[in-house]
């Protein structure tokens, strides 16, 4: 892709993006998400795959109908309470409306059997940006609507599960870190409403250790299961850091995932919320079982030992490994920093 085009089209998806960090309008804010739509579609639909076309239409007509229905709920608060300001959606129609359409903005269960399907049509760099940048806006409406309704719960309950039970079956890597999306999205929907400052927290600590797992399967060229047990040739020292990445994904100390489900459960207990704490834990076990397997084929299992095969570790890697490594180390190394975290975030 041209270059020019390239910094246009990035620097629409910041534009958007920022736009609706910074309105108080719902119309600025459906402004903001219909550029981010539209700028990240050419990159999607680069490789001219039948594919990534196929990925790239399905996203627009999802995130279209998201839009209508944000634009429609907006103004219908505007009719009924006669406010645009986001702040101000006190009727409990056009708020569940909202909400429902931001879930399927993110891919949230059960408005989530679109999110595996476009991830498995792109490449792992447009992956990444559609699993951490495009999930921030709708977040930043999320956080400023703070709708005070049981729906949330339900919905961050049926996405942890969702997202773990997906994610067993699956043999490529793309579809796996879908459904890891979607189980993350619902922790951090489950706590939405008692304490909003967990859910940034939460959402930060989702896309470090996203960003740095997308960034290692692309420096491995991984795109399903078996690939993954000839990195040890490509990158022996990323190759026994990366299971301890992924159990930090799923959620284990002393590695830094566990902070995020730690503060979350200790809150919904906090707020009588003893089953959803429960359900949520076990959920946990579902997508901590797909990252274990990861792990295994990973780490302990050995391709064939052909010549071909052990080589390309001695050959100087084309991939700026700068990024990867710093995200690693801040999905690995994180919790000792929590008191220093939550000090900040109630800041």
Do not use: C
């Amino acid at each position: 892709m041209n270059p020019y085009i390239l910094a246009t089209l990035l620097f629409g998806l910041g534009l958007g993006t920022t736009i609706t960090f910074a309105s108080s309008h719902w119309l600025l804010a459906w402004m903001g998400l219909e550029i981010n739509t539209l700028a990240i579609l050419p990159l999607m639909a680069r490789h001219h795959h039948p594919r990534a076309v196929e990925a790239t239409t399905k996203y627009f007509l999802t995130q279209a109908t998201a839009a209508a229905t944000i634009l429609f709920a907006s103004t219908t608060n505007a009719w009924l309470t006669g406010q645009w300001d986001i702040l101000q959606m006190t009727h409990p129609i056009p708020t569940n409306m909202v909400l429902l359409s931001l879930a399927l903005k993110i891919g949230l269960a059960p408005m989530h059997s679109w999110l595996p399907e476009v991830l498995q049509g792109l490449d792992l760099t447009t992956g990444l940006i559609l699993s951490t940048w495009q999930k921030l806006a709708p977040f930043a409406l999320l956080l400023q609507i703070q709708p005070n309704t049981s729906t949330l719960v339900l919905l961050g309950l049926t996405s942890t599960l969702v997202g773990g039970w997906g994610g067993l079956n699956q043999t490529q890597l793309r579809k796996i870190l879908a459904y890891s999306s979607i189980a993350h999205l619902g922790w951090m929907l489950l706590i939405l409403q008692f304490a909003p400052s967990l859910t940034f927290l939460a959402l930060l600590m989702y896309i470090v250790m996203t960003s740095s797992l997308f960034l290692i399967f692309k420096l491995n060229k991984a795109t399903n299961i078996n690939t993954l047990a000839t990195s040890w040739a490509k990158s022996p020292m990323l190759t026994s850091v990366t299971p301890l990445l992924l159990l930090s994904l799923g959620g284990l100390p002393p590695l830094s995932g566990f902070m995020p489900k730690w503060l979350i459960l200790q809150e919904l207990t906090k707020q009588d919320l003893p089953l959803a704490a429960t359900l949520a834990a076990l959920t946990a076990l579902l997508s901590l079982y797909f990252y274990l397997r990861l792990s295994y084929t990973m780490a302990l299992t050995l391709a064939p030992n052909s010549l071909t095969g052990i080589t390309p570790w001695r050959l100087p890697h084309l991939q700026t490994t700068m990024p990867t490594s710093i995200f690693t180390t801040l999905s690995l190394f994180l919790l000792p920093l929590t008191p220093a975290a939550i000090t900040l975030l109630i800041l």
